[in-house]
């Protein structure tokens, strides 16, 4: 081979090394703009990721407050019928003790109503009398007076029921509200 070719040669393989250096350092630029799109991409994701977390976040907290204040406010209205129910409570027991210790001074006295049809059927002997200041009225309604005993106990019986009326309106009015 002469020395034209050799140097031919050479100048080939010089020039494929240095194409094959110069292509190396230009796919590296271009995959280093590459990453650095990807990194940009994935920082914008990142960002947008964490402002959706916060937004939930800020969402959730909201929603939490809010449940809060209604659960402050039904225990405000919840207490307020509490207080309303003992105070009826209360005012019902002071009107059965009012009333016993009237019957039992003697200060009152009970009395039933009786069937007209029922006094005038029955003879004299064995009838019951109006008393003693209805004699000149007609219409008016016969009474018979009842034993303090028997009294105490209608009261008793009216007081228990009293009681369980007004814990039953007050369990009702604690279903309405809490069932809102």
Known sequence: MSLGWRWGALALVFGAAVGARLAWLWQAGELERQAAGYEQQLAAKDLAHSQEREDAAVAALAQFEEQQ???????DRLQVQDQTHWKE??????????????????DLRLSVLLDTGTV????????????????GMVDEAVRAQ???????RIIAITDEGD?????????????????K
């Open 163 to 179: 009681r369980g009326l007004i814990a039953l309106k007050a369990c009702q009015a604690y279903v309405r509200e809490v069932t």
């Open 120 to 135: 005038a059927t029955q003879g004299s002997d064995g009838g019951l009398r109006a008393p003693a200041g209805t004699a």
């Open 146 to 152: 009842l034993d303090p005993p028997h009294a105490r």
């Open 69 to 75: 204040k209604a659960r402050r406010a039904l225990e």
């Open 89 to 106: 409570m209360n005012d019902a027991q002071q009107a059965q003790a009012r009333l016993r210790d009237r019957l039992a001074t003697a």
